[in-house]
């Protein structure tokens, strides 16, 4: 099996190679953490989480590294109205941001770098580049020279005509040698010490622009060519040309050899969400309107294409919660069924069918949408199935393989709180022993516990079933 992903520098899918065979380094752009994550944001990263879990089904060894923006403009400016550090301010949002990828089920990266724990590094690329003459100091500030690049604007496609390099462009803000050279460093303003803002730089005493760390922090914890390099599209320019000029110029090697962009989230009337257009919603927002994070989780990932637009909406949002319903009842339906003694032999094949269809939609550039389409088909003949008996041993198996394949990514079927499930088998078994001794009083005391945990019981000719109730 192949794994074939989009790559934005070659506009089409290509097989997927890392530089080191089983092993692949991906970088992915993190959060800014100036306020609570927005759910256009939040759709980014779990297409990262996406991305990295198929690469684990796939048998890769994955490091994933994902920055976090600890410094902006308007982290400093935030702070500064506080009255606090910038480090001070941004760190209920630093532990908002951690909730909501618990929340949504995110797995962890594998290293979480700040950006202002890694100045030293951003000073000894800015400082290379200076000495490349890929960079210039400007009263205090740094840029980088796009004229220095040829190269710059390919990943978009940018139309080069419509930078002017050498036009000298003087505002009252800037001084640089083009409208579109781009800061690696900008001058301490007087007050930046005290928000903790400020750091001596052979260059200058400053702060550093956003795209450098990037370069900076990628390069410390995945060398100079990363196997992917994964964001929103709304970063692939400037954001990430910037950083492949910086890297580049620096490096002298590629910076990526796959970018993955995932599309925008956009709202129900079509408009891209992003907080300066006033569409803000966050994650907690969601749940205050009473959205189960892991119906989010679903919405945002297996209702279309990571490249594809999708509306966030309250109807789309409640049909992905009877999704995840659905597919966790099936779960336990399958887990809990004693096999029959025989198995429908068109059964097996259609469900040999859906496993190899499911991963092939994956390892198509990581069609989640398709594969759980095949899913739900098969959900629906499985239950059939179960109906009249017709499920036997090896159909059973078969049956929890594929909800291991397709929970691999979606990871929606386990319950929300870890050891609910032995809990539940737990109290079923107390309570079976109740009856047995003619304790009925203990056994309905039982059912009402479980029933306060959400969990209804059925007495079938299986024995004893649950199931979730809300
Ligand atoms: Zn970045």
Known sequence: MTLRLHNTLTGTKDVFEPLEAGRAGMYTCGPTVWNYAHVGNLRAFLAYDLIRRHLQVSGYDVTHVMNLTDIDDRILDQAMHAGVTI????????????????????????????ATEHIPEMIEMISELIENQNAYSADG???FRIASFPAYGALSRLDRSGLKPGVRVATDKYDKESVSDFALWKKAHPEDATLGA?????????????HIECSAMSKRYLGETLDIHGGGVDLMFPHHENEIAQSEAANHKPLARFWLHSEHLA??????????????????????????????RFFLLANAHYRAR???????????????RRLREFADRVRRTAPGDHDDLNLLRRIAEVRAGY?????????????????????REANAALDFGNVGKQGRQELLLLIDDFDAHLDVVRSEEPGLAQEVERLIAEREAARKGRDFSRADQIREELREKGIALEDSKEGVRWRRVR
Do not use: C
């Not at 079509?270 to 994650?283: I, P």
């Open 87 to 114: 480090d001070e301010y941004v760190k209920p949002y630093v532990a908002a941001f951690f909730e909501d990828m618990g929340a949504l089920r995110a797995q962890p990266a594998t290293q979480y770098p700040r």
């Open 141 to 143: 500030d740094v840029y």
């Open 198 to 210: 400020a750091w001596d730089a052979p260059f200058g005493r400053g702060r550093p622009g956003w």
């Open 267 to 296: 709202d129900a009337t079509g408009e891209k969400m992003s907080k300066s257009a006033g569409g803000f919603t966050t994650l907690r927002d969601l749940s205050g309107a009473g959205h189960d994070p892991v119906a989010v």
């Open 310 to 324: 999708i509306r966030l909406s309250t109807e789309a949002l409640h049909a992905a919660a009877e999704q995840v």
């Open 359 to 379: 991963r092939e939609a994956l390892d198509d550039d990581l069609n989640l949408p398709q594969g759980i389409g095949l899913v739900f088909e098969l959900v």
